[in-house]
């Protein structure tokens, strides 16, 4: 009987999930790991192998772990789940002429909800990943906030997390360094692993070439959308493009067009097969709607609550105030931002704390 409780790990074969097994198997808790199978990278079309998480050498690396420290693992096939969730709601959103952020999408309604069905099944108390972000109770509430490795931080990804699975969710990386798991991993024996390189692309994205993805996905995509108008701010068409899905808000390498001067994608409309190019000062906005609000350190956010607002992942965060209308919320920036890119996630913080996010709908 363990001193601490039972933990089901979510373990990838990476040196952070592998890290955050054996701190918790050391420290007492009966844990059980588990490797989720999210994709085939064969369905994707993309040119590379696989890498990342979801390939048979990452699924022994994280078994071997286990077996090596005597505690069970397991492999869970979710990617039905995650198919029909997670990657048909990213080509849908791009068909709409948005920005998607699987990531977030795939841990708030695939990964947690996988995670916490099955520990219910094994009789688990926690369920644990390698995240770098903490959690702690306060006032009654699960409040989420950031590592102590600020350049390694995941807490914008995890804003959608609900009470129920923070109340459950043990992240033993978010009080230490990069470096020192990387050296917790190799004073553990596994030296390879603590020189291991991260990755950065989306899991069903093997080359990193989401348009690609977008046309193995629906193979008419390109004759149907090929050849739609740039224009400018004011309707004046100025060349053609090779479709809108294939442009992000921000863009500006890539557009095949020249013009005489920086330009950049400032807005997409899907209806018209339209992509409206713009100067710099075109791509700054003094405020934003954010729709599909989860909210973690307070119930309810009041009106003009301060708060420091990031709208994407790498953002530092700009000072804004927050005005909830019903299932809308308004945020006003302090001074303007650029590049608001409907479909990203906007998470708000006060200080280190996450207040809660949404998805980013339109500026203001």
Same mark, same amino acid.
């Given at each position: 009987?363990?001193?601490?409780?039972? +933990?089901?790990?979510?373990?990838?074969?990476?040196?952070?999930?592998?890290?955050?097994?054996?701190?918790l198997h050391?420290?007492?808790y009966?844990?059980?790991? &588990?490797?989720?199978?999210?994709?085939?990278?064969?369905?994707?079309?993309?040119?590379?192998?696989?890498?990342?998480?979801?390939?048979?050498?990452?699924?022994?690396?994280?078994?071997?772990? /286990?077996?090596?420290?005597?505690?069970p693992?397991?492999?869970?096939?979710?990617?039905?789940?995650?198919?029909? @969730?997670?990657?048909?709601?990213?080509?849908?959103?791009?068909?709409?002429?948005?920005?998607?952020?699987?990531?977030?999408?795939?841990?708030?309604?695939?990964?947690?909800? /996988?995670?916490?069905?099955?520990?219910?099944?094994?009789?688990?108390d926690?369920? /644990? =990943?390698?995240?770098?972000?903490?959690?702690?109770?306060?006032?009654?509430?699960?409040?989420?906030?950031? /590592?102590?490795?600020?350049?390694?931080?995941?807490?914008?990804?995890?804003?959608?997390?609900?009470?129920?699975?923070?109340?459950?969710?043990?992240?033993?990386?978010?009080?230490?360094?990069?470096?020192?798991?990387?050296?917790?991993? @190799?004073?553990?024996g596994?030296?390879?692993?603590?020189?291991?390189?991260?990755?950065?692309?989306?899991? @069903?994205v #093997?080359?990193?070439?989401?348009?690609?993805?977008?046309?193995?996905?629906?193979? =008419?995509?390109?004759?149907?959308?090929?050849?739609?108008?740039?224009?400018?701010?004011d309707?004046?068409?100025?060349?053609?493009?090779?479709?809108?899905?294939?442009?992000?808000?921000?863009?500006?390498?890539?557009?095949?067009?020249?013009?005489?001067?920086?330009?950049?994608?400032?807005?997409?409309?899907?209806?018209?097969?339209?992509?409206?190019?713009?100067?710099a000062?075109?791509?700054?906005?003094?405020?934003?709607?954010?729709s599909?609000?989860?909210?973690?350190?307070?119930?309810?956010? #009041?009106?003009?609550?301060?708060?420091?607002t990031?709208?994407?992942?790498?953002?530092?965060?700009?000072?804004?105030?927050?005005? #909830?209308?019903?299932?809308?919320?308004?945020?006003?920036?302090?001074?303007?931002?650029?590049?608001?890119?409907?479909?990203?996630?906007?998470? @708000?913080?006060?200080?280190?704390? +996450?207040?809660?996010?949404? &998805?980013?709908?339109?500026g203001?």
């Amino acid at each position: 009987m363990s001193r601490n409780g039972k +933990v089901l790990v979510a373990m990838s074969g990476g040196i952070d999930s592998t890290v955050t097994a054996l701190m918790l198997h050391h420290q007492g808790y009966e844990v059980v790991g &588990i490797t989720m199978k999210t994709w085939d990278y064969a369905s994707a079309g993309g040119g590379k192998k696989e890498t990342g998480c979801c390939n048979l050498d990452s699924f022994n690396d994280a078994r071997q772990a /286990a077996v090596e420290h005597g505690f069970p693992h397991y492999v869970l096939d979710i990617r039905e789940e995650f198919g029909d @969730f997670v990657v048909n709601n990213f080509v849908d959103e791009y068909m709409a002429g948005r920005t998607p952020n699987p990531c977030v999408l795939c841990n708030t309604h695939i990964k947690w909800a /996988a995670l916490l069905k099955r520990a219910d099944a094994l009789n688990c108390d926690f369920i /644990a =990943t390698g995240h770098y972000v903490k959690v702690r109770e306060e006032n009654s509430r699960f409040v989420l906030s950031k /590592a102590k490795d600020l350049t390694k931080d995941q807490s914008y990804v995890l804003w959608g997390l609900g009470q129920d699975c923070l109340s459950r969710s043990l992240y033993p990386l978010g009080d230490y360094l990069k470096t020192e798991v990387r050296q917790m991993a @190799f004073d553990m024996g596994y030296k390879e692993l603590s020189k291991k390189a991260e990755s950065y692309e989306i899991c @069903f994205v #093997p080359d990193n070439d989401y348009r690609n993805f977008l046309k193995h996905r629906i193979p =008419t995509l390109e004759a149907e959308v090929e050849g739609g108008n740039y224009v400018l701010a004011d309707g004046s068409v100025v060349g053609k493009h090779r479709g809108y899905p294939f442009y992000t808000i921000g863009q500006r390498k890539g557009l095949d067009i020249a013009l005489g001067k920086p330009v950049f994608v400032t807005k997409i409309i899907p209806e018209t097969n339209t992509v409206v190019l713009g100067e710099a000062d075109e791509l700054q906005q003094s405020g934003m709607m954010v729709s599909g609000l989860n909210l973690i350190k307070y119930a309810e956010i #009041p009106t003009g609550m301060e708060a420091t607002t990031k709208i994407r992942y790498k953002d530092p965060g700009t000072e804004s105030k927050l005005y #909830p209308e019903g299932d809308i919320l308004h945020v006003h920036f302090d001074h303007v931002v650029s590049s608001i890119a409907p479909g990203q996630s906007a998470v @708000f913080y006060e200080g280190d704390d +996450v207040i809660g996010g949404g &998805i980013i709908r339109s500026g203001l």
